[in-house]
């Protein structure tokens, strides 16, 4: 599957201020997908400057201080004399650049660089106000170090990762510029007039230290599925118009029986989207009176997919306002080792979220399928072929969607509980929150597939049940879609270019914009 990328630096968005401060999500997608410059406010250099006094003063005491006049993990016993600091510090992001496989996503990235510079600017970490500066620059010139699908299991943060990232601000190593180009870190360092970094005590360390590339992923998958349940929930309600199904059990008073507020919400839109739809009237004799539960249920499944996303962005949010290194410069100058590194938290939501997504697809293919089962679909052709036999309709489509949740199943399997010691057993339990942030991006981006075949198997539907029209939200989401998807005139045709049209519609927001325009002219809201 092909995951999302991000586009290069955008001129003219606003720019983002890094403090003392959490970050907003808001922020982290600005810098990682629309290149907003980055900015260090007054207080986190004052901060900064602060805290390095501190770690200079340590550095020049007799007794050891980890990560300052010590090796690291196993090898935290071994003193380091202060003439060969200097080269501690670059052998550490040198031997801990050890990322292999795939390259990792522009975004991904990006996120990760802002999310250790966003600590690294709330002065807890000991570095000098120049590492940080040069990790803006270098995010302001669009230069993206080259990162590698493995070398993070989650703990002592991402470690493989940022020091990939640590290792360009050295000069060293490969990165791709703004427009994407292959090139030796020193001469992109050059070329945007930015010096490299010689690290000095602790530097090292502390850009190494974090759980900023899993949170990164996090912060950008919640973008992602805000936006994407909100549009299973469209498609969801297109679904039961395409099938006439029963738009009354979506209604407010028997949804405020179970008070769920992502229930509450998904049902909300799904009553907005079938407002004034001639396909829900009920003809004289009608006798069908409850839908199957991937139509009935939908706001039970969305609206807890909902409250999964919630919880996630709270813990999402504590981490944001984290300072998370090893060791810290505490606000009473003390440099403590502690154990904050590790991505646990991190680790279990990404995993919950992959569980909601992988079950979100699955109830959007059943729904699917009953458009293409004469015994279940309420008066239409089978597979909504024009002449079924000759023509196979969308009986394939169906077949993509049930392969893509078959996957996302497999993707649901939990990362979080497969730790595996490192470091001579010193990191004896490890995370594997990076692993489980890895498959969630894959998991997202089946999911927006398996929805985009929805909404292209609801709109063939109703095409076919003219000369009854859908309701007006219903028509204006066709009615975008036609423009790049014809209707369902003629035989069957080449299928999968129609797909991956819808599948851009539903990434870029269009059908999910057509939907809620008119929506708003009727006085409501999507959410």
């Given at each position: 599957?092909?995951?999302?990328?991000?586009?290069?630096?955008?001129?003219?968005?606003?720019?983002?201020?890094?403090?003392?401060?959490?970050?907003?999500?808001?922020?982290?997608?600005?810098?990682?997908?629309?290149?907003?410059?980055?900015?260090?406010?007054?207080?986190?250099?004052?901060?900064?400057?602060?805290?390095?006094?501190?770690?200079d003063a340590i550095a020049a005491d007799s007794r050891p201080h980890y990560g300052v006049s010590t090796g690291f993990g196993s090898l935290a016993s071994k003193h380091i004399p202060v003439e060969r600091r200097v080269q501690l510090q670059r052998s550490l992001v040198r031997s801990h650049a050890a990322g292999s496989g795939p390259?990792?996503?522009?975004?991904?990235?990006?996120?990760?660089?802002?999310?250790?510079?966003?600590?690294?600017?709330?002065?807890?970490?000991?570095?000098?106000?120049?590492?940080?500066?040069?990790?803006?620059?270098?995010?302001?010139?669009?230069?993206?170090?080259?990162?590698?699908?493995?070398?993070?299991?989650?703990?002592?943060?991402d470690l493989a990762p940022l020091a990939h990232c640590a290792l360009a601000a050295m000069g060293e190593g490969d990165v791709r510029d703004a427009s994407g180009t292959l090139s030796p870190a020193a001469d992109a360092l050059a070329a945007a007039g930015i010096a490299p970094l010689e690290l000095h005590e602790k530097e090292g360390l502390a850009l190494i230290n974090g759980t900023d590339g899993m949170l990164g992923m996090l912060v950008l998958a919640l973008a992602d599925l805000r936006a994407l349940v909100t549009t299973a929930d469209l498609a969801a309600a297109m679904s039961v118009e395409g099938l006439t199904g029963n738009g009354a059990v979506f209604a407010a008073d028997l949804q405020a029986l179970r008070p769920h507020p992502g229930?509450?919400?998904?049902?909300?839109?799904?009553?907005?989207?079938?407002?004034?739809?001639?396909?829900?009237?009920?003809?004289?004799?009608?006798?069908?009176?409850?839908?199957?539960?991937?139509?009935?249920?939908?706001?039970?499944?969305?609206?807890?997919?909902?409250?999964?996303i919630d919880h996630a962005a709270s813990v999402a949010g504590r981490e944001l306002a984290s300072a998370i290194d090893n060791p810290v410069v505490t606000p009473d100058g003390r440099l403590e080792s502690n154990g904050n590194f590790h991505g646990?938290?991190?680790?279990?939501?990404?995993?919950?979220?992959?569980?909601?997504?992988?079950?979100?697809?699955?109830?959007?293919?059943?729904?699917?399928?009953?458009?293409?089962?004469?015994?279940?679909?309420?008066?239409?052709?089978?597979?909504?072929?024009?002449?079924p036999g000759v023509d196979s309709g969308?009986?394939?489509?169906?077949?993509?969607?049930?392969?893509?949740?078959?996957?996302?199943?497999?993707?649901?399997?939990?990362?979080?509980?497969?730790?595996?010691?490192?470091?001579?057993?010193?990191?004896?339990?490890?995370?594997?929150?990076?692993s489980a942030a890895r498959k969630l991006r894959r998991s997202i981006d089946g999911l927006g597939r398996v929805v985009a075949i929805e909404l292209l198997t609801a709109a063939r539907a109703m095409d076919l049940r003219a000369p009854i029209e859908p309701g007006p939200v219903a028509s204006a989401v066709r009615a975008r879609l036609r423009t790049r998807v014809p209707g369902p005139a003629g035989g069957d045709r080449y299928l999968a270019p129609e797909i991956a049209a819808a599948h851009e519609m539903v990434l870029d927001g269009s059908l999910l914009a057509a939907a809620a325009s008119v929506v708003t002219e009727q006085g409501g809201e999507l959410v």
């Open positions: 599957m092909t995951l999302r990328t991000a586009t290069a630096p955008t001129v003219g968005t606003e720019p983002v201020t890094l403090d003392i401060g959490a970050p907003s999500f808001a922020d982290v997608v600005a810098v990682a997908r629309e290149g907003a410059r980055v900015e260090l406010g007054a207080a986190a250099l004052d901060a900064m400057a602060a805290s390095r006094a501190i770690v390259e990792v996503e522009r975004e991904v990235v990006r996120a990760t660089m802002l999310l250790r510079l966003s600590t690294l600017a709330t002065g807890r970490t000991g570095v000098r106000p120049v590492v940080a500066e040069t990790y803006a620059a270098m995010l302001n010139s669009g230069i993206t170090p080259v990162v590698y699908e493995y070398g993070s299991l989650g703990c002592s943060g229930q509450r919400d998904s049902a909300a839109n799904m009553r907005a989207v079938l407002a004034g739809s001639p396909m829900l009237s009920r003809p004289e004799g009608f006798t069908r009176v409850q839908d199957a539960y991937s139509l009935r249920c939908a706001p039970q499944v969305h609206g807890a997919v909902r409250d999964t646990a938290p991190l680790g279990y939501v990404l995993d919950f979220l992959a569980i909601a997504v992988a079950d979100l697809a699955s109830v959007s293919e059943r729904r699917t399928d009953r458009f293409l089962d004469v015994a279940r679909n309420h008066g239409l052709n089978a597979f909504l072929a024009d002449d969308h009986m394939i489509a169906q077949y993509t969607q049930a392969g893509i949740v078959s996957e996302l199943k497999r993707l649901a399997a939990p990362a979080s509980v497969d730790s595996i010691p490192s470091s001579a057993m010193q990191e004896d339990h490890v995370s594997m929150g990076w």
